[in-house]
């Protein structure tokens, strides 16, 4: 019955248009609820030139490691509709909302409206999703682009129109102008002009083409940048296959479902991935695995060989098509109580991630690898800026808060120029730290801030000084890094504490000399 109704185009349309409208409300609601957090701040100081003359284009710059496509477009939007948090979200926001549009009219290319219409469903639901499209960075445009570029190289095959491939041109270029990783989709594209080999040239004309303006524009950062990866690397390497079972989960759930949701969906997700396999045409199989599964698989086996650059949100532009092999695996069952079950189950699993998502609980698991929730700086530069006397100075220990901290104290602070700023380590011996170290000494930072090993460094400039200590962790609650924790412990020991706070991850201190 459901199938008969549904092939009404006007009927799925109106359905499509309320999928839109809940993905449309999700992703507004809590949309300036969080002050920017670390990447944030480094997409906003991109866009806005902080450090004049020490950042003069988008393509060879120090602040940004990815392709210029999305700060080009978020400056011109920002002059538009200015730079609060709300605003800049916005772009990524309305972004994640024609995802959903997209992603129905690739799903049709494949499948039913039915399946085309659950697919829409999964990604206006998906907490994944809705994470990124209320960031200020480049994920939701890559999802868009990712998409859009699918679509119009199905079409072209569909039809042979020149207007296709063109549009299949403009939208890869701008792709490559996004994320390095867009590279991946050239392995299914290339599988599906194995089934179409007669447009094997107008195929190869567009590729290199596209190729050919990212070799003019972006291949000497990107050369820079893959070097840099080979000896300097925070991403972690992934322990084992099972990591990419815990990617395809977090695509479907997000990062915030607790363990007994989590393991819910796994299964689900398991189980109607096998199903989806053994009801659909072979070629259709492989060709959305290769749009999913290869490109992931082959990113595991890289990182695993040679460095690691395996991160869930870096492969955010394949799990659309996780999406639709859900929902066709969902379509195939053929009993109704059966269907309605698991549709729900999905549902009951999701909900639960996205109230999570929304009360800002992320619970500690290893699949969630890098990932951190927003922490209020709002109120801290406010107490700062309360309590502080003239002649203090601030000093740091955690870098992701100080980028953040400096930020907001700039925008509410006339006399920010004029507060000296620190930031105090304890050399770990770790040589990704100390590289850390050169290079926000040979960066940004080199104008306004001092660094300072508290047991090598002589601080007698800070002698008759109240020295406020901001000593936090990346993670939001818990215990803060090593480094850090012996910074916090050496000023308890060496200084007379005039006065301490704590509040949500960051200990704050007032400190004296002794």
Not at 63 to 85: A, D, M, T
Not at 184 to 201: D, G, S, W
Not at 474 to 491: C, D, I, N, T
Request: hydrophobic share 50%.
């Amino acid at each position: 019955m459901a199938q008969l109704f549904l092939k009404n185009k006007l009927t799925a349309n109106f359905i499509l248009l309320g999928i839109v409208l809940i993905g449309f409300a999700l992703r507004m609601h809590d949309l300036k609820k969080h002050d920017l957090w670390f990447d944030e701040v480094i997409t906003y100081e991109h866009i806005s030139m902080a450090y004049s003359g020490e950042n003069k284009n988008f393509v060879n710059n120090y602040l940004e490691k990815n392709p210029p496509f999305y700060f080009v477009l978020l400056r011109q939007w920002s002059k538009i509709f200015g730079q609060s948090e709300f605003s800049l979200r916005l772009l990524s926001c309305l972004l994640g909302v024609l995802s959903i549009v997209l992603l129905y009219k690739v799903s049709r290319l494949f499948f039913s409206r039915s399946v085309s219409l659950l697919a829409a469903f999964f990604l206006a639901l998906s907490p994944f999703q809705l994470w990124y499209s209320q960031e200020v960075r480049a994920f939701s445009l890559s999802v868009f682009l990712s998409l859009l570029n699918t679509y119009f190289i199905l079409k072209a095959l569909k039809s042979d129109d020149n207007r296709y491939w063109l549009c299949y041109f403009f939208s890869l270029s701008c792709l490559l102008f996004t994320t390095y990783f867009s590279f991946l989709l050239f392995i299914p594209q290339a599988v599906l002009i194995l089934y179409n080999r007669k447009f094997i040239l107008k195929w190869l004309i567009a590729l290199l083409g596209a190729n050919l303006l990212f070799l003019i524009f972006i291949y000497p950062s990107f050369t820079h940048q893959f070097a840099l990866l080979q000896y300097k690397n925070w991403v972690p390497s992934p322990d084992g296959a099972g990591f990419i079972l815990f990617s395809l989960n977090n695509f479907v759930i997000g990062y915030n479902a607790g363990p007994v949701a989590y393991n819910a969906s796994l299964l689900l997700i398991l189980w109607m991935s096998f199903f989806a396999c053994f009801n659909m045409p072979v070629r259709t199989m492989i060709i959305l695995l290769s749009f999913l599964a290869a490109p992931i698989i082959l990113v595991f086996i890289f990182s695993k060989i040679f460095f690691p650059i395996y991160l869930d949100r870096s492969l955010i532009i394949f799990c659309p098509f996780l999406y639709i092999v859900l929902s066709k695996g969902v379509s195939a069952i053929k009993y109704g109580w059966l269907k309605s079950l698991v549709i729900l189950s999905f549902l009951v699993c999701i909900g639960l991630s996205l109230v999570n998502y929304y009360y800002d609980a992320l619970p500690d698991r290893s699949s969630n690898t890098v990932i951190f929730l927003k922490r209020p700086v709002r109120p801290l530069v406010d107490l700062f800026l309360l309590n502080k006397e003239n002649g203090d100075v601030i000093g740091f220990s955690n870098y992701g808060f100080m980028s953040t901290f400096r930020h907001y104290l700039r925008q509410e602070s006339k006399e920010y120029s004029e507060i000296p700023k620190y930031y105090f380590f304890i050399s770990p011996g770790d040589e990704f730290f100390e590289s850390e170290i050169q290079n926000m000494r040979s960066f940004g930072f080199k104008s306004e801030l001092k660094f300072i090993d508290v047991n090598k460094d002589n601080l007698g400039s800070l002698i008759n000084k109240r020295i406020w200590v901001f000593s936090t962790s990346w993670k939001r609650q818990g215990s803060l890094e090593p480094y850090a924790r012996k910074v916090k412990m050496w000023f308890d020991k060496h200084c007379w504490k005039i006065r301490e706070w704590y509040d949500d991850g960051v200990w704050i201190a007032i400190y004296r000399l002794k």
